[in-house]
Each structure stands twice: as structure tokens, then as C-alpha cells.
């Protein structure tokens, strides 16, 4: 029987990361959605990369974001994002 690989044993992208980051954190929706610096400070990566890739998730669908009362960009998974999330798993 062959040994069945986790997810961190895959070449997951940075793209993907940052969904999985999202789903960890429990920012399905608007109530807990995330700033971009703390999906930054959660990947250890440079938050301009992190902006550029939440918003072509945003564009694809996964992704939606809003400003908050602070003026703050925040972002939570779609039902889409969550489903590709998911996938990534099977």
C-alpha cells in the first residue's frame, strides 16, 4: 500500500497558499475577513505580492473583498474559493 502524501508534501503555489491561509483562518465570510498584511505576516512574504494575488483571486471569483469601518481592505473566501480549497485536499 503506498503512502498517502499531505499537502505540505506537495508543490502547493503561493496563489494556492494564500487561499489555504484564508480557509485556516476562518475568513469565510465578512465577519472574519483578513487584511492582506496578516496573510503576509502568516506567509512570510511581501504584502505588494500578497495584494497581487487576492486580487486576481477576487477577479476569479474566489476571493471577495470590502473596506472596512478603519478604511482597511479586508478578504474572505467566496463559497467558490472555499470549494477550491477544498479540492486542493482530494
Known amino acids: 500500500m503506498g503512502r498517502r502524501k499531505r499537502l505540505t508534501e506537495f508543490n502547493v503555489s503561493l496563489s494556492e497558499k494564500v487561499l489555504i491561509n484564508l480557509h485556516n483562518l476562518c475568513a469565510t465570510r465578512s465577519e472574519w475577513?483578513?487584511?492582506?498584511?496578516?496573510?503576509?505576516?502568516v506567509l512570510q512574504v511581501d504584502v505588494n505580492e500578497v495584494n497581487r494575488i487576492l486580487e486576481g483571486h477576487v477577479s476569479e471569483g474566489y476571493?471577495?473583498?470590502?473596506?472596512?469601518?478603519?478604511?482597511?481592505?479586508?478578504?474572505?473566501?467566496?463559497?467558490?474559493g472555499i470549494i477550491r480549497v477544498c479540492s486542493l485536499f482530494s
Do not use: C, I, M, P
Open 33 to 41: 475577513a483578513k487584511r492582506s498584511d496578516e496573510l503576509a505576516q
Open 63 to 80: 476571493v471577495s473583498s470590502f473596506t472596512d469601518n478603519e478604511g482597511n481592505k479586508r478578504y474572505h473566501l467566496t463559497s467558490t
